[in-house]
């Protein structure tokens, strides 16, 4: 973007690249026996270590969660409306460390990585990750900073699951854990729009049972498919429409198959530089992990039993118009932690723009950020 | 403190699990926690109130007790449910009063009296609907639909066999008058009532 960078912004940044030589044992029964995170932190950690916050992201998210790369960059990270000195994550008082995940396309070790055994990308023999895999390997990272305890970890839809996981995993290594937009385990529906999308990828000519890297091409057309119909659940019908309406791209029908409403242009566009920017294993991968995620089941499905060792509290927050995880899905999480008699506040913010609302600086999405990490950073001291 | 609170902390022990419904900006709440080493959550809402309570580290559940009741809390997980000034803004307080003793062991309720003799006095005179320090709206805006007096609520409690374990009645400022005590339903203005199941230890 911009000549110069604005006031609240946390300004250029530049990631780190983590290595871990240590092996990772994961939930599919493999093992990787190292690895990378690409790390972007914002903010200073103080000298207890007390004021750090874990950001997770979400399916196609990565480290750039705030902030511009150069001078020259268009827009700032994922999430910089919530992310800066004076924001709800206010990096004037908390250390801010935003990672992309294991099984990522953004530098982190993953299916376009290069496997050590054979020399050659991972692609398809890269292990399935699941949301506790990425607890484990969040916590090496919590290691190699210094980091014993977070203030908060915080995550919207895939990275709230992270949150819940931390607070079963690593109970006494977060003071609170925050929730936004998430569920605690994907419905039918869910899962259905995940396969959807695999096919997508997975019937590409181009795709090469994964092995596209080999043949020097990408599924581009499966990729930009995926794209299209998960972009569709983020929105919402009223978005969509106070977006987009019925208008056309020229005047008048053309009485063909060509993209004439402005929706499906849209919709094109972003699949197609989605599919340009994205890895397809990587996709499969992290939607692959949402559909596994599901704390309660190894409790017989008894969510309220699964969070019996959490120490965190909660606060947990969902939107109004979110169809993909509904207010609802928000609402059964709660009411485990009440019954498991954690600490949890809750709230449902009125928004129009669907699941992407967490992403966008709503009044009463901001005041409640900002109040709750207010009161966090006054009990950390930062 | 405000009397009224003051009255109600006596009345929840020390480590007490505690629901608050309709807990404002969690005043109360905050209190208990920090002075009666209480746990809890409130209800409300009103979205300012939840933004207070959420950043003054009272745990609060945004949840309509008129649209959603309290389905989604066990028997008997509280120690005791607090109710103060909401009941007369609820659709059903009858059917409030019950989950309230459902949920918990103990109910803290407080309300105004209609029955108090200012009240009379205005509609008599004015013959409008009254108002005063406890119930200052008009009758086109008030939230306050189901207002009652001190007897029509022990008449109800007699009704569903709820037993009262204390009251206290005291004046618009809270204050405790030896002629509230003498003659509530008639010079009281709101009253903390302690109920309990009748069957109840």
């Known amino acids: 973007m911009p000549d110069s960078l604005p006031s609240d912004s946390v300004g250029l940044v530049s990631p780190q690249t983590i290595p871990f030589d240590e092996p990772i044992a994961l939930a599919c029964g493999q093992t990787l026996e190292r690895f990378d995170l690409v790390v972007e932190t914002y903010g200073t950690l103080n000298p207890d270590a007390s004021n750090a916050i874990l950001i997770c992201h979400a399916l196609s998210g990565h480290h750039h969660a705030a902030g511009y790369r150069t001078m020259e960059e268009r827009k700032p990270g994922w999430w910089d409306s919530c992310i800066g000195p004076g924001k709800p994550i206010d990096t ?11 099984g990522g396309c953004h530098g982190s070790t993953g299916p376009s990585s290069i496997n050590p055994a054979t020399g050659k990308p991972y692609g398809p023999e890269f292990p399935v990750i699941t949301v506790a895999d990425w607890v ?9 900073l210094g980091i014993e305890q977070w203030a908060a970890v915080v995550g919207g839809s895939l990275g709230g699951m992270q949150a819940l996981q931390w607070s079963l995993d690593y109970p006494e290594r977060l003071r609170h854990a925050l929730i936004i937009a998430s569920t605690p385990r994907l419905s039918a529906q869910n899962i259905a729009f995940n396969e959807v999308a695999r096919q997508a990828i997975t019937s590409d000519r181009e795709f090469h049972d994964g092995r596209y890297q080999d043949f020097e091409t990408l599924p581009r057309r499966g990729l ?24 056309l791209r020229e005047e008048a029908y053309k009485f063909g198959f060509d993209a004439e409403f402005q929706v499906e242009s849209y919709l094109r566009y972003q699949g197609e530089r989605f599919s340009e920017s994205f890895d397809a294993n990587t996709y499969l991968l992290m ?5 596994y995620f599901d704390p309660a089941y190894a409790a017989g499905g008894d969510l309220a039993k699964a969070l019996a060792p959490a120490q965190c509290e909660f606060l947990v927050l969902s939107f109004s118009t ?32 669907g699941h992407d609302a967490f992403l966008i600086p709503t009044p009463r999405y901001t005041d409640i950020f900002t109040a709750y990490l207010d009161r966090v950073a006054r009990e950390v001291g930062a | 403190m405000r009397p009224d609170l003051e009255i109600i902390q006596q009345w929840v022990q020390p480590g007490d699990h505690v629901l608050d419904l309709g807990c404002g900006n969690g005043t109360l709440l905050d209190f208990l926690q920090r002075e009666r080493g209480a746990t809890g959550f409130g209800l409300e809402i009103n979205p300012d109130h939840i933004t207070t309570c959420m950043g003054r580290g009272v745990s609060v559940i945004e949840q309509n007790l008129d649209t959603q009741g309290l389905v989604n809390f066990d028997d008997g997980m509280f120690d005791v449910v607090l109710m103060t000034q909401a009941l007369q803004a609820v659709r059903r307080p009858d059917k409030v009063i019950e989950e309230m003793l459902r949920v918990g062991r103990e109910g803290i309720v407080t309300f105004p009296n209609f029955a108090h003799w200012r009240l ?3 509609l008599t005179l004015s013959g409008r609907m009254p108002e005063s320090e406890a119930l200052p709206y008009k009758w086109y805006n008030t939230p306050n639909i189901r207002l009652c007096t001190f007897k029509d609520f022990e008449a109800l409690c007699r009704q569903k066999g709820i037993r009262i374990k204390s009251r206290r009645v005291v004046d618009g400022q809270h204050q405790n008058s030896w002629l509230a005590r003498l ?3 008639l010079l009281g203005e709101i009253a903390i009532y302690r109920i309990t199941r009748e069957n109840a230890k």
């Open chain 1, 287 to 291: 939607t692959r992990a949402l559909d």
């Open chain 2, 120 to 122: 009379r006095w205005g």
């Open chain 2, 183 to 185: 003659w509530p339903n």
């Open chain 1, 136 to 144: 484990k390997s969040q916590a090496r990272l919590a290691d190699h």
């Open chain 1, 92 to 102: 004037s008082r908390f250390f801010v460390v935003s990672l992309n995940n294991l």
């Open chain 1, 224 to 247: 930009m498919l995926a794209r299209m119909v998960g972009h569709i659940t983020y929105l919402s019908d009223a978005s969509m429409g106070e977006k987009f309406g019925r208008e």
């Open chain 1, 322 to 353: 979110d169809w993909r995880f509904t207010p609802a899905r928000s609402e059964e999480m709660v009411n485990a932690m009440i019954q498991a008699r954690k600490k949890v506040s809750y709230a449902e913010i009125d928004a129009p723009w």
